[in-house]
């Protein structure tokens, strides 16, 4: 097990995405920004399926926002390139049922739930063991789970739909998402229990 | 230093960071979080990829996810013990209690039950948060607007059947 462990960072190394330290500052970047924010927090995420608490879609759709017209930008540019995921039916909208239940009833998802796992919450570390269970049934009956997801219908996205008008058409999805962003109403669903350890 | 920041200068960050992540001077790839769970199960079991034809299909993007996911592991505690100082041990959210029950059996359990499906719809549809909604919706892509709009349906149905209305009493 631990020649495979080392082998992810030879890995990493190996590949064009990044030498090891950068992924891993990338990673601490993630780390201290959703802890900073607190979008961790179960009160957060499953207060937003709850719609006591706005700041996941606030923060999220104004993230999309801007980084969709700047990612255009730096892809015309030649900094950046799009790599978009295909549009298979029958696993984004099965997986996505699944996923946003699941998400609910934790009030974590796959990159937030690490994060409170660093902060303590070991509800959450329980909550990982069945998502390394999740990994394990996915990786051995994957030949049946291709069988939901689909063909492959391709990868369009909405710039490439509009040939001609790209630059509009990201303005107007940019420019929507942060005005969305900045509509939704600001509620906040806050931890007393978090709260209290701020007095001492 | 202030304990937490608003949501906007979160989102300004969070579009920043996406941004260094897909730039030729950062990763040159999409930022994802959800790859790492199957590939840390094919170490943790010590499966075969030769025998596991999905274990070969995230090798590559399971370690990038795996190196990234301990520097958030990182940067989540030292944020929590000095910045935030939200860091305690706890087994019961406090909205749990609120808004669902007070028994722990009972949190853990759901724990353990959502645990394992976030992950099989994640890696059904392929991706999540991060890969779908951050960095799909990012590239305004289609796969990743019919999940984003799948999920948030989902997301707020599942949230007024499985949650009390009311705070309850303790």
């Known amino acids: 097990m631990i020649d495979r462990i080392l082998g992810m960072f030879t890995t990493v190394s190996q590949e064009p995405h990044g030498s090891v330290w950068i992924v891993f500052f990338i990673g601490v970047a993630f780390g201290v920004i959703v802890q900073y924010s607190r979008v961790d927090k179960f009160e957060k995420i499953a207060g937003f399926a709850m719609l006591r608490d706005t700041v996941v879609p606030k923060m999220l759709f104004l993230a999309i926002g801007i980084a969709s017209i700047a990612l255009y930008f730096m892809v015309e540019a030649g900094y950046a390139s799009f790599h978009p995921k295909p549009v298979m039916l029958g696993g984004l909208i099965i997986g996505g049922i699944i996923f946003g239940a699941a998400m609910a009833i934790f009030g974590k998802c796959p990159g937030t739930g690490p994060i409170s796992i660093a902060e303590g919450r070991i509800d959450v570390m329980v909550g990982a063991v069945g998502g390394i269970f999740g990994g394990l049934v996915f990786t051995v009956y994957f030949d049946s789970f291709k069988k939901i997801i689909g063909e492959s219908l391709g990868k369009p996205t909405l710039v490439s739909l509009f040939q001609g008008h790209e630059t509009l058409v990201v303005l107007i999805f940019g420019i929507g998402l942060i005005i969305i962003s900045i509509m939704i109403p600001l509620r906040e669903e806050l931890d007393s229990e978090d709260l209290k350890q701020l007095e001492s | ?170």
């Open chain 2, 1 to 170: 230093m202030p304990r937490r920041i608003s949501w906007w200068v979160g989102g300004i960050l969070m579009a920043l960071l996406l941004l260094f992540t897909f730039s030729t001077l950062g990763a040159g790839r999409p930022f994802g979080a959800s790859t790492y769970v199957p590939y840390f199960a094919g170490i943790l079991f010590d499966l075969d990829p030769q025998k596991y034809p999905y274990l070969q299909e995230v090798h590559n993007a399971g370690a990038w996810e795996g190196v990234m996911l301990l520097g958030a592991l990182v940067g989540g505690f030292f944020t929590s013990v000095f910045i935030t100082k939200s860091f305690r041990f706890s087994i019961m959210p406090t909205g749990w209690k609120k808004y669902k029950n007070n028994s722990i059996t009972s949190r853990l359990v759901w724990s353990f039950i959502s645990g394992f499906l976030l992950i099989i719809g994640a890696r059904m549809a392929g991706g999540c948060t991060s890969g779908h909604f951050l960095s799909g919706m990012g590239q305004t892509a289609i796969s990743s607007m019919i999940f984003g709009g799948v999920v948030l349906i989902t997301l707020v149905v599942t949230g007024k059947l499985f949650y009390s209305k009311e705070a309850l009493d303790d």
